[in-house]
């Protein structure tokens, strides 16, 4: 059997005296497009900053790539957008194509040849190649975030990490960005985790869809999150929003 | 007589285009980085270095270097332990750099010397010094071109650099270092008391015509090549302080640019309502 790309289990996690994560398993497969939902706090983040090794755990094991994180140094392999990514391009006086063609880092440096090409690829992908001579200060909030999107996409990676990636993003464009992922976890093989307050989108182009809730997954079939998402509109319409599911 | 038939005018040209070329190269990381004060903070600590040089009877320029390394490396330790807090490195570095340089002056037997440093003296410049300070140059404009697209990466996003595989601590490290040997250098010729002035004042006028980073870093060379030339035939001319001359010009030349850019876009307005 083929390993998981990221294996996680019985993780725990706690800021202090607050725990976060409670004996939290969770695993993902080459070529599936994992949506992580949860309501403000409930630790998707702190999941993700576990993942790349920014926090350590208190308890438990992460497997990257078949490998305990404490071991793996292939980060490479792993693309990712990060929930601030927006303010990256404040004041930074760089075009968008210098931007994304970062994303071309490898093991060998930077590409030296089709570089370019590559990077004007992933912001076709993304919507944003006439874009590809702006100042990435000049660009919405939106825009930015599909701009670090093709960063991402461009590195050929086997797994992107997003977290709320279509922040800012019109609903139009977010949908396009959800079909080119799923595009890219069936054509490509690459696993996708994907942080998003968008039930609606994950509901309609993710494979799994996992709620974050008192410390740990709850995996959710696509009918208890129409159920949810009805229940959500509900309140929505009666003027009772209380924020993401 | 003509400007070029003084060999002193000659050397002080050479010098300057060369620091020139390499003083924007290391401000476009810094000003992007948002630690524009490291100039400053480096330049003083140097002023011990040079005070420490006269003291012992080595090169100025040497000790000058080796008090920056040490500062440099000390600034990014700190900085490392109290990442939000960068400024109170530089604060506590420069301070230290100051206390030291007015103790070892008072042992300083030619205070020429030592004052020289303080606005630089390019017109005085050794053929010693220049061998030195074309070597440094070289090697920080060659790695800074080996390093231009690792540095551009960690200095937009440090973590997705780190991510992505860049060997961010080696290339900060490296950094480190080159921004050292530069204001050591620099302090020489433009004064330690302008360093940072033309670390950040060149970058300042190209960020606001230029288009990409590539352009920003190629823009702040030529601004500094431009204020740099200009500012020996003026100081050569009128007999006036190179060093301040040179600031000076960049200033102005920030407040002309920066003036053009907000009457432009006005007069097109006023032109388009016209014909309207």
Redesign the interface.
Known sequence: MEQNIIQVNNLSFSYGTQKVLKGLDFYIRKGEFVGLIGSNGSGKSTFIKLL?D?LKSDFGEIQLFGQDIKKFK???R?G?V?QN?IE?GSN????V???VK??T???Y??LKFGAKNKALQALEWVGMQKYA?R?ISNLSGGQKQRVMLA?ALV?DCDLLILDEPTTGVDRKTSAQIYELLKQKAIQQKTAVLMVTHDSEHASKYCSRILCLGLGNFLELTKEQLELELRYHHKHIDEGEDNGNI | MGIFEYIFMRKAFLVGILIALIIPCIGVIIV?KRLSMIGDALSHTSLAGVAAGLIFNISPVLGAVIACTLAAISIEAIRKKLPKYSEISIVLIMSLGIGLAGVLSDKVKSTASFDSFLFGSILSITNLEVYIISGLSALVLIAFLILY?EL??IT??E????????KVNVVNFIFTVLTAVTVSIASRTVGALIVSSMMVIPVAC??QV?????T?VIFSVLFALGFTILGLFVSYYQGLKPGSVIVLIGVISFLIIALIKKVFPLLRKIKVTKEV
């Open positions: 790349l920014e292939d980060y490479r792993i990712y990060a990514s990256l930074f006086p760089a075009s194509l210098e931007i970062l994303g880092y490898s093991k440096g930077f001579n100042l960063k590195s | 992007l697209r551009f990466y937009f996003d973590k997705s650099a780190r991510l992505s595989g860049v190209s960020m230029s288009k990409s980073y590539f920003t």
